[in-house]
């Protein structure tokens, strides 16, 4: 009764603030946008990407941590190691994460889960498919370069998420990254250029190619993961407040001329 109520505010709060045209409207991505023009009609969205830490997030400061992280966690060098980060894990797509791992019992693979969900339940689903032991779980922490650090592939199939901060992060660290065409962040990846997209974030056969692919091909990984960190420059903070800036100015400007 609680989420009901809670949901059933929060749906009148955004109908009231988002149809109401004297509100100016920022969104992350263009996909976000693009709900709010479906939903709300509105047609005149600023798109400003989130930014990224690019100086502390960078390829140079992942691979000095490599080591230690991967050492702590008892990852060996042949290990392949997937990571996903997040708080609402069954939305970032990790079923289709275990789904994929299931049908490539071959490979070495090891996944890194961080965040607050509970994890008892994708634990379960793990052992059922016969991949538990290949999994380690971790609550969330300040220090996320060190997830990044033990990571050989981000990997995200977001079923819904207005960006994906930390597929951007990733990137930005010089990872190659997997996510779906559901995440914001999808609207500025260049599939098979700088990242990979999945059209269809439950299709664990497509996962696992992808998969199964970057791990066959070390100079694909390398490829991608120097192509999404010069991407990830675009996303810098400086760039991003830059934009946020002239938002807010043409919003002000606009108020000002109405009460004339």
Known sequence: MHRRVYYGLLTALERRIYTDPKIALAAVSKRTAGLLKEYFHREDVCVIPNGVD?????MAARLARRAESRRRRDFGDEDFVLLLIGNDWRNK?????LEAMAALPGLPIRLLVAGDDDAEPFRARAEKLGVEDRCRWEVSSPDTLDFYAAADVYVSPSREDSFGLPVAE????????ITSVCAGVADYIDDGVDGMVLGDPRNAQDLREKIERLHKEPELRRNLGEAAARKAMEWNWDRHAATAWEFLKGAAARRASQKL
Do not use: D, K, Q, V
């Open 54 to 58: 690019t100086a502390h997030f960078s």
């Open 93 to 97: 797509g990790l079923p289709s994460i």
């Open 170 to 177: 990733a990137m930005a660290c010089g990872l190659p990254a």
